[in-house]
């Protein structure tokens, strides 16, 4: 059974501060990791995606992978309280397999307080 | 029209009508899904198509059937759906070739479905 694993919080942030959400999963032949964005009552929206260890960074966005530990972090710099959304992590198992699906998580839902 | 679209937004529908969703993507790629997201739970993968051949059926009930006519059009057929089917339901699509990691998946704005 394939897990990914989201603290569902709330995690609440003051306008400014960084916002860190945090992701495990349990395949350890993953290899491919997303962070989605999802306001209330729309769709997700991809905003990050990483492949190899270490970070990768898209403006305020750092995306984080540890591949040893089966973690992946989202980081969030100088957060705005249009960032207050759920957060889902998806991830994709090994593609030994040639399914390439994604399996997500909860989701973590952030506020960012003016 | 960019990206996915979905129609209808939003549908009510009793236990004994038939509906169908309908998704269509403009971004030229080959592989669409289906997914189901219910309050309090993971994103629920439900069909996948991969040059309109569907490659997965994740154990989903037989009062839903899905239709892939071309790479760009994804139905969803209902029938005799139950009160807890009410969920939002998703579309997507990728650029999905063999082995390929690269599995960024695009979602449509999704319908909100209510049985009654």
């Known amino acids: 059974q394939k897990e990914v694993e989201q603290n569902s919080g709330p995690l609440s942030v003051p306008e400014g501060a960084i916002a860190s959400l945090n992701c495990t999963y349990s395949d350890r032949g993953s290899q491919s990791f997303f962070w989605y964005r999802q306001y209330s009552g729309k769709s997700p929206e991809l905003i990050m995606s990483?492949?190899?260890?270490g970070d990768k960074e898209d403006g305020r966005f750092t995306a984080q992978l540890n591949k040893a530990s089966q973690y992946v972090s989202l980081l969030i710099r100088d957060s705005q309280p249009s960032d207050s959304a759920t957060y889902l992590c998806?991830?994709?198992?090994?593609?030994?397999?040639?399914?390439?699906?994604?399996?997500f998580g909860t989701g973590t839902r952030l506020t960012v307080i003016p | 029209e960019t990206g996915v679209t979905q129609t209808p937004r939003h549908l009510v529908m009793g236990m004994t009508n038939k509906k169908s969703l309908k998704c269509e993507q403009h971004l030229g790629h080959n592989a669409m899904y289906w997914y189901k997201q219910s309050a309090k739970k993971p994103l629920e993968l439900m069909f996948v198509?991969?040059?309109?051949?569907?490659?997965e059926n994740n154990s989903v009930p037989s009062r839903f059937s899905p239709e892939c006519p071309n790479s760009s059009h994804l139905f969803l057929h209902l029938h005799t759906l139950q009160p807890e089917d009410s969920a939002l339901y998703l579309c997507a699509s990728s650029s999905r070739l063999a082995r390929e990691k690269y599995n960024e998946q695009f979602f449509g704005p999704g319908t909100r479905l209510t049985v009654l």
């Open positions: 998806a991830v994709i198992e090994g593609i030994q397999t040639g399914a390439n699906n994604l399996f």
């Open positions: 990483i492949y190899s260890n």
């Open positions: 198509y991969n040059f309109k051949e569907q490659t």
